[in-house]
Every structure is written in structure tokens, then in C-alpha cells.
């Protein structure tokens, strides 16, 4: 690794007692040369002769400012939760090893990583990169992925998955079925349905007792406030009510057609409540 082009130091950082993991720290001159050498047959070697010796796959991710700057725009990052059934770690462990070796030779593939579940955790994680929305989602709906999930369906519980593209990240899953974050305007819209009655009372209720105060200290109070309830009691219960429209696939098509109509029935009704609070 230090004769290619660019290459300044390599770094083994060994296990410590809050991390598990063993880190490798290669640093080069440039982005640029860090990618070069990343896709270079030498480093691939270096890889498959380390796979045998690493428990849960390798990360490999490049780090400094631009490279975080060139990931925001051209990354995407699925992080799945895996309940197994007692007794099948090791079972699992041979899958996640199957599923890795074919997950690598899909287009647009940057790495991956599982970890078994600490003391107080129930699942396994899986941190999953591909370089883009549309190569990561070509691997999650891929036939080759459903049918080793369906391989592994004795060994598993059930599965949580996250998508970490979308741009409402902790408000809306990405689909466990599909591995696909719901459309976004969709999820703005019930984003606009929970939040309008919040500002609403708020300037009714909240504003009259703030005047005192500094306007941006006022409005920081009232943000933080609508913030809060936005995205603990009521967008959970938009998402549930409203989920047959977010994910339409395997929902009965009346139903789906029906949501946007509910919707703006319920846009209407917020409206007509408030119409003359202020």
C-alpha cells in the first residue's frame, strides 16, 4: 500500500475496551489517490486474503473533508437490525458471509459490516454502502437478495431496516420488504399534517406568554417545542395510519387510492378547527 501513488502512512489501530473492532487507518495525499488505491487489484488481494480472518465483513470508508463532502453527495447507507433465533450465531454468521460475497459484485458496492449484538442489544447490525440511491436499491430488491433472505428465514426472528439517504432520517423507515424509503413528498406532506396544528395552537396558546422575550429566543422555544412533538407523538401515528400509502406494494390498491383523498380530508377538517382560533 505505501508504494502506490499518493500513499503518506498505514496505521493498525489494535482493539480497546469501548470498541471491539480492530482499525486500519491508510491516509494518502488525495481523495483521489485513496480511491485509486481502493480499486487497485493489489488492495483487492490484500482484502479476500484478510476475509477468512475477520468476524462480521470489513468497512471501508474514506474519511477527511472532502471525502466526507464527495459521500453526501454520492453515497447511500442502508443500516438493518436482525433478530436471530437462539442458537444460530454461528448459523448466521456463515450467511452474513454468503450474502457479503454476493453483495460485493453489485455495481456501485463500497462495503459492509456486521456487528453481533452487545450485552444489552437484541440484534445483529448490518451497516451496508453503496455509492448511490440507485445501486443500492438495485441490490435490495435484486432476486439474488430474496432468495437468500429466503434461505435464511429459519435463522431469523425479524429485521428492522433504516435508510440513511432520505432526507426525513429517524421519522420514516425504509421498507423491510422492499429496503426502500417511502417517497419524499409523501412523507413532507404528513410532515405538513402534524406539524400545522402544532404551530397553530402554539401561536394561540404559547406566543402570548413569550412576547417578553428576545424574538429569537421566542421562536427558538416555539421550534423546539414543534420539533419535539412532530417527531415523537404525532409522526409516528401519521406513519402508522397512513402507512398502506407510503408502502402501496402488497396493499390493497382501493385502499392506496383512497389515502391521498383521506388525506386531504384531514387537511380540510385542521383547517375548519382552526379557521377562527386566531
Avoid at 228 to 242: Q, S
Wanted: proline letters at 9%; a negative charge.
Amino acid at each position: 500500500m505505501l508504494e502506490s501513488p499518493g500513499s503518506e502512512s498505514f496505521e493498525l489501530l489494535p482493539p480497546t475496551p469501548d470498541q471491539d473492532e480492530t482499525a486500519a487507518v491508510a491516509r494518502f495525499a488525495t481523495v483521489d489517490a485513496a480511491r485509486v488505491w481502493r480499486h487497485s487489484e493489489d488492495n483487492q488481494n490484500l482484502i479476500d486474503e484478510a476475509k477468512p480472518l475477520v468476524e462480521g465483513g470489513l468497512l471501508m470508508q474514506l474519511t477527511g473533508r472532502a471525502a466526507i463532502e464527495y459521500y453526501i453527495q454520492h453515497s447511500a447507507t442502508e443500516v438493518i437490525i436482525t433478530k436471530i433465533k437462539a442458537g444460530s450465531e454461528d448459523d448466521y454468521r456463515r450467511f452474513a458471509a454468503r450474502i457479503q460475497k454476493v453483495q460485493e459484485t453489485f455495481p456501485g458496492y463500497i462495503g459492509s459490516f456486521v456487528q453481533p449484538p452487545h450485552q444489552k442489544e437484541l440484534g445483529w447490525t448490518t451497516v451496508l454502502r453503496f455509492d448511490s440511491v440507485g445501486h443500492l436499491n438495485a441490490w435490495m430488491t435484486s432476486p439474488q437478495r430474496a432468495e437468500l433472505l429466503k434461505e435464511a428465514e429459519p435463522l431469523i426472528v425479524g429485521f428492522e431496516a433504516q435508510r440513511v439517504d432520505t432526507s426525513f432520517p429517524g421519522w420514516v423507515a425504509a421498507d423491510p420488504a422492499t429496503g426502500r424509503p417511502p417517497s419524499i413528498w409523501k412523507t413532507a406532506t404528513l410532515v405538513l399534517l402534524t406539524l400545522f396544528p402544532v404551530v397553530m395552537l402554539e401561536l394561540k396558546f404559547l406566543n402570548p406568554h413569550l412576547r417578553g422575550l428576545p424574538p429569537s429566543v421566542a421562536t427558538f422555544i416555539g421550534n423546539a417545542i414543534s420539533v419535539a412533538l412532530t417527531t415523537w407523538p404525532l409522526m409516528p401515528l401519521a406513519i402508522r395510519a397512513f402507512r398502506p400509502w407510503l408502502f402501496p406494494e402488497g396493499q390493497p390498491p382501493a385502499l392506496v387510492r383512497a389515502m391521498p383523498v383521506i388525506l386531504v380530508a384531514c387537511y380540510a377538517i385542521e383547517i375548519a378547527i382552526f379557521w377562527r382560533l386566531l
